[in-house]
């Protein structure tokens, strides 16, 4: 049983993820020691460049990727033993997108509602809501795909708020929005943690606009968290200090001289444009930095500038390792960093801090530099919370930690840090117990819907080419029967028809059983779809089931059409009896489930391709599918009996021909041997979770 405090939504403990790389190379520490907690009802920043460890941290909450040692909890429940417990209470916004885009708006919030457990009425309601809440409501019957990319990202925003979550993860939630749908984004995300509680774990490299958003916010650089806090308390890193935004109306910028003048009262620095230019200075020498400005530059020469206080994005810059470091300490941080090296010599090294703090910086810095085996740490006391409780967030090993206390309308209480409460006892997630044990039941139902609507789901977005693939299905098996009865002098005796119909019929399921699914399961993971199946709390046998029920429609025309053909043909006396109803299915789930196994256990689309039709062109005229088994040499019906079209084609013949004896019975049990082979190969493959 797992415990948590009860105004904790996340708790993470030691966590450390290595990822072997192989070969020569060095094992590289993706997230290192991380210990932090982020208090529930808030909306917590994360912050770091590419490569940082932010998307292996949002992986390890989600359950999708497993610790090399630490610990997660969400709400009360262990998210490395309970994975699916935690995917229940969270809503995912991938950065990739999500999957469902050819299916109507209203149909992929409704189906994403009833595959995360909400009950049909709930998700209808949650559906109309979000589709008015959205903005939507033009657009409701189009098929996610027709639309631009960010009405997309806003259905997909909408997906994710489907079950109402306790935990939001949100990775760049405003890509492609225009102003008016990021403040829409924005205001919903804070309606739903003040209002409903919920909390939100914000993966962004937009600083701006995480600034004006998050409660708390944490700098991640190297696969460590080099600082965390409220954005004031962060902003406070770079000391008294103002930035001037300077624009000059000559294309080529500053003279020499110029730039000397600015130099001699700050830090210059180009902007992100020509004539642009960010100036940072003490706030004492504003007088002198306005006398350039106005005098020594003069006006005629400035389009425009703008005096700010720091940014967070200033910040961050200072702080991800890539920026100069920040302003010298005063004489406050000073004495917190000689306060922590003292420590230290101890294995512990801890900084309390009462509003104003005026150089947290040091605190961080610090805290990096402590031995192995201590824990540097500072807390922070903030002056400007925006919510009504912010608990204490902690961090060690080189994390700078802040915790907010607000009394009634935001008012900070800076004399103290709030107490950890004690471990809460109960089975409910978010009470601080563990994970109560559904019934076979209710599992079973529970897959039972699962498999429900994502074969809806499979069924729809197969709408766009079902004409072309069952045109295919049917024109290319009566081709083959009447194209192979006419090789020599020709192959209409009773056994030759056999083989042809029957082979036929297993190389159309071949092509769109093994092909087709194993080229669906490779795009699904090359475009990062499958992070949105990943996601919910879904078994893979349900989805992989789904993909195969799936394609039976559309394969089960080309099973028959050989036998139709060769009907017309020759007036073949085939033995059409209702066995047919299995063995036709059974063909067509043994052979998908190879296609499944093949899609999910080949990481490259071109090695795919080329093994896909290896198995398709080669293996099925190797095996003895369209010529007896006694025609070939004995290693190649050794390799045939392997192999799941051999006993495809000969319990079909022995169908068509009434021979329902031991031997079609052992063929039957063979397919559906390999058929569960297949299945728990492909889920075992599908790799939902890293070992």
Request: net charge negative.
């Amino acid at each position: 049983m797992t415990h948590t405090s009860r105004d904790s939504a996340i708790e993470v403990r030691n966590l450390t993820r290595v990822f072997r790389t192989g070969g020569s190379g060095a094992d590289v520490k993706a997230n290192d020691d991380l210990t932090f907690s982020i208090p529930r009802g808030q909306v917590f920043g994360l912050l770091g460049a590419n490569g940082a460890g932010k998307t292996t941290l949002v992986s390890q909450l989600l359950g999708l990727v497993r610790p090399t040692s630490g610990e997660i909890v969400v709400e009360g429940v262990d998210a490395v033993a309970h994975p699916d417990a935690v995917k229940a209470m969270t809503g995912f916004l991938p950065q990739t997108g999500l999957s469902m885009r050819l299916v109507e708006v209203r149909r992929a919030l409704h189906y994403t509602g009833r595959l995360r457990g909400q009950s049909e009425t709930d998700a209808r309601r949650q559906t109309a809501e979000l589709i008015e809440e959205l903005g939507l409501g033009d657009v409701q019957d189009r098929y996610v795909d027709q639309l631009s990319g960010g009405m997309t990202r806003l259905v997909n925003f909408g997906m994710a708020l489907m079950g109402r979550p306790k935990l939001l993860i949100l990775d760049e939630p405003t890509n492609e929005l225009d102003p008016h749908n990021r403040r829409l984004v924005w205001n919903m995300v804070s309606r739903r943690s003040a209002e409903d509680g919920t909390t939100v774990l914000l993966v962004t490299h937009n600083v701006l606009e995480a600034e004006s958003a998050v409660d708390q916010v944490a700098v991640m650089n190297g696969g460590r968290i080099t600082a965390m806090g409220t954005p004031g308390h962060l902003k406070e890193v770079l000391g008294d200090r103002i930035r001037l935004e300077l624009f000059v109306k000559d294309e080529d910028g500053l003279a020499r001289h110029e730039r000397e003048l600015f130099d001699a009262v700050g830090t210059l620095t180009e902007g992100k444009r020509d004539g642009s230019y960010l100036v940072q200075t003490d706030s004492a020498r504003m007088p002198e930095l306005m006398r350039v400005v106005h005098g020594e530059l003069g006006m005629d020469r400035v389009a425009d500038f703008r005096l700010t206080r720091p940014t967070l994005e200033d910040v961050y810059l200072t702080l991800d390792g890539r920026a100069a470091s920040a302003p010298a300490e005063t004489e406050a941080a000073a004495e917190t960093t000689a306060t922590a090296e003292t420590a230290a010599a101890t294995g512990t090294a801890t900084a309390v801090a009462t509003a104003p703090v005026t150089a947290p910086r040091t605190s961080v810095e610090e805290s990096s530099r402590a031995p192995a085996g201590s824990t540097a740490t500072a807390v922070l006391t903030a002056s400007e919370p925006r919510t009504a409780t912010a608990p204490a967030v902690t961090g060690t090993a080189g994390t700078a930690e802040a915790a907010g206390q607000a009394g009634a309308r935001g008012r900070a209480d800076a004399s103290r840090v709030p107490p950890v409460l004690p471990p809460a006892s109960g089975d409910a997630p978010g009470t601080g117990g563990g994970v109560p044990s559904a019934g076979l039941g209710a599992r079973a139902r529970r897959m039972g819907v699962d498999l429900k609507f994502l074969w809806l789901e499979q069924m729809l977005e197969v709408r766009t080419t079902w004409s072309w693939v069952l045109m295919f299905g049917l024109l290319m098996p009566a081709a083959m029967v009447f194209g192979l009865t006419r090789i020599g002098d020709g192959l209409s005796d009773e056994e030759s028809l056999l083989f042809i119909v029957s082979g036929a019929a297993i190389f159309s399921v071949a092509n769109e059983g093994i092909g087709t699914l194993a080229q669906r399961i490779g795009a699904l993971r090359q475009d990062g779809m499958m992070v949105y199946y990943a996601s919910l709390p879904i078994s893979r046998i349900s989805f992989l089931a789904a993909m195969v029920f799936s394609r039976l429609l559309l394969i089960l025309p080309g099973l028959i059409t050989p036998m139709i053909t060769a009907k017309l043909m020759y007036d073949t006396d085939f033995v059409i009896s209702p066995v047919l109803l299995l063995v036709l299915p059974l063909a067509c789930m043994a052979l998908s489930a190879i296609g499944l196994a093949i899609g999910t256990l080949v990481r490259s689309m071109d090695l795919l391709l080329v093994i896909v039709n290896l198995m398709i062109f080669v293996l099925l005229l190797v095996a003895p599918v369209l010529i007896p088994i006694e025609s070939l040499p004995v290693p190649l019906q050794v390799f045939g009996y392997l192999l799941p079209p051999t006993y495809a084609a000969e319990s079909l013949r022995l169908a068509l021909v009434g021979d329902f004896g031991s031997a079609f019975l052992l063929n039957i049990g063979v397919l559906t041997a390999m058929t569960a082979v297949g299945l728990a190969g492909a889920s075992r493959w599908l790799r939902w979770r890293t070992a």
